[in-house]
């Protein structure tokens, strides 16, 4: 009765841990919410009565023209020209994947993706069938291995700034020859980029797709990182031979994006209020990522590696001695902490013993004390590791 890739259909386990992370008093390092403190402050009472009465109305499926026009101006700046035309506004960029997997998946499509990747997106690549060819990610890029298995895909998926989740950023040298290996191969570029304003240290190189010469391309950003997830809006810009099609098949699913949120953004973009905001969100993060350092360098230095992002909301730390990061997120979450496990984000279904923590959400104080909690889980798990050797002897 039910469509046969509905077999292929997984929960998010992100989704499920937050939904246990609610717990009071459980200190959550497992999702990628941003802090409360750095949430959008709206006061309806400035929306002008014309305003709400159009958002009212349905709207375009494009979206909003002066979103759009204010999105293009905004690539623009960043090294991506594109047109208003190219642009398509989303319920967040979530809707962007299901979109582009609607496209370009059918059974047995193989799509390139990173090694780890971002787990809705393999959710999503997965239910459609995609054959999921996986390059580790590592610095600097590979570019052999990339070269190789860019010949037997059509689709590239790509995160290059504050990866999700390794927090890795691509190096403009990175983007211009990973370009041109997919201008040769044609293979059709997925720029995901969520992140890109988050950034702590330097700005972020220029997209990867407007190093594009020849093959088609697609690009997409959201609004839920930099002002507020719940208002459900990002953007996707693509290659002008595609978006018929993906206007289409945004119609099909849903008409149109949430015309309020629409216009809400677009007033904060016109009248100059993003830089502003993210002048107060930046510190916040940046105190919050500095706390999490600390606290690993502090408790974990002897159970794991990890690199501080340059931006993004993750940590991606290596643990030395655990090869299963399911249990161990099990054990957290019995001890008030969450934590995500990293094997949720490899295509392959290696477990490496990697775990992703996000540092945005809890307070400096609760980031060290639940990064004072791992050390304990992990410091128990390896004196019983010991005991279990020296009792072979």
Not at 111 to 122: D, G, H
Not at 298 to 308: D, E, F
Request: net charge negative; with cysteine; glycine share 6%.
């Amino acid at each position: 009765m039910l469509a046969k890739r509905i077999e292929r259909l997984t929960s998010s386990l992100v989704r499920d841990i937050l939904a246990v992370a609610q717990r009071p008093g459980v200190i959550s390092f497992a999702g990628g919410l941003p802090a409360d403190e750095a949430l959008l402050q709206l006061d309806m009472n400035a929306l002008s009565p014309d305003l709400l009465s159009k958002a009212m109305q349905y709207g375009p499926t494009e979206g909003e023209r002066g979103l759009r026009e204010q999105v293009a101006q905004r690539m623009a700046k960043i090294g991506l020209n594109c047109s208003a035309d190219q642009v398509l506004i989303l319920n967040g960029s979530q809707q962007g994947i299901d979109l582009v997997s609607k496209l370009m998946i059918e059974e047995g499509t193989p799509v390139l993706v990173e090694e780890p990747a971002y787990l809705a997106a393999l959710q999503s690549f997965r239910l459609f069938g995609a054959d999921l060819k996986s390059v580790a990610l590592q610095a600097p890029a590979d570019m052999s291995a990339l070269n190789q298995v860019l010949g037997e895909v059509q689709l590239a998926y790509l995160t290059p700034s504050f990866q999700n989740p390794s927090g890795y950023c691509y190096s403009r040298e990175e983007r211009i020859a990973i370009a041109a290996q997919l201008d040769t191969h044609g293979v059709c570029l997925f720029e995901d980029d969520p992140y890109r304003e988050l950034a702590y240290d330097t700005p972020a190189p220029a997209p990867m797709v407007s190093f594009i010469q020849s093959a088609p391309w697609i690009y997409q950003g959201s609004f839920s990182k930099t002002l507020a997830p719940g208002l459900r809006l990002g953007f996707l810009i693509a290659h002008p031979d595609l978006m018929p099609h993906l206007i289409r098949l945004k119609q099909a699913a849903d008409l149109h994006s949430n015309r309020l949120s629409q216009l809400i953004v677009n007033q904060i973009l016109v009248s100059d209020q993003l830089e502003p905001h993210l002048a107060k969100v930046l510190p916040i993060y940046r105190e919050r990522r500095d706390a999490m350092a600390a606290a690993l360098q502090r408790h974990l230095a002897p159970y794991a590696s990890w690199q501080i992002p340059a931006g993004g909301l993750f940590f991606w730390v290596k643990l030395n001695t655990v090869n299963d990061t399911l249990a161990l997120m099990r054990q957290c979450l019995s001890n008030d902490f969450a934590i995500m496990p990293g094997v949720a984000f490899m295509a392959s279904g290696r477990d490496e013993g990697h775990i992703r923590l996000n540092f945005s959400h809890a307070k400096p104080e609760q980031i060290e004390v639940g990064i004072a909690k791992l050390a304990q889980l992990l410091q128990a798990a390896n004196a019983e590791k010991f005991d279990m050797a020296a009792g072979q002897y």
